[in-house]
Nanobody, 116 residues
Framework: QVQLVESGGGLVQPGGSLRLSCAAS????????MRWYRQAPGKEREFVAR????????YYADSVKGRFTISRDNAKNTVYLQMNSLKPEDTAVFYC?????????WGQGTQVTVSS
């Protein structure tokens, strides 16, 4: 079965950096588009970034463009989100996502808190 396990969250000061990881299993990772979403307190879950199966194509929400970088290692079945120049408004639970047909699969999420 599909499993997504996020890690790498934590507390960071404004302007700092974090690198999130999502370890995937239960499907053919190297054939799948992968996505990161986030959900801030009291807000709906929102799209952050997407990467195609090879890593050759990426797409970002305007709010993170130029600060966040999505990447993947198909040998390790892992997708990453490098987050730089973090702002307090980036505080959220970050989720890894894969779509298989009509189904959406999510990890348990990892908390990112940006605060001084």
């Amino acid at each position: 079965q599909v499993q997504l396990v996020e890690s790498g969250g934590g507390l960071v000061q404004p302007g700092g950096s974090l690198r999130l990881s999502c370890a995937a299993s239960g499907f053919t990772f190297s054939s799948a588009y992968m996505r990161w979403y986030r959900q801030a307190p009291g807000k709906e879950r929102e799209f952050v970034a997407r990467i195609n199966w090879s890593g050759g194509s990426t797409y970002y929400a305007d709010s993170v463009k130029g600060r966040f970088t999505i990447s993947r290692d198909n040998a390790k079945n892992t997708v990453y989100l490098q987050m730089n120049s973090l702002k307090p408004e980036d505080t959220a639970v970050f989720y890894c996502n894969v779509r298989m047909g009509a189904n959406n699969y999510w990890g348990q999420g990892t908390q990112v808190t940006v605060s001084s």
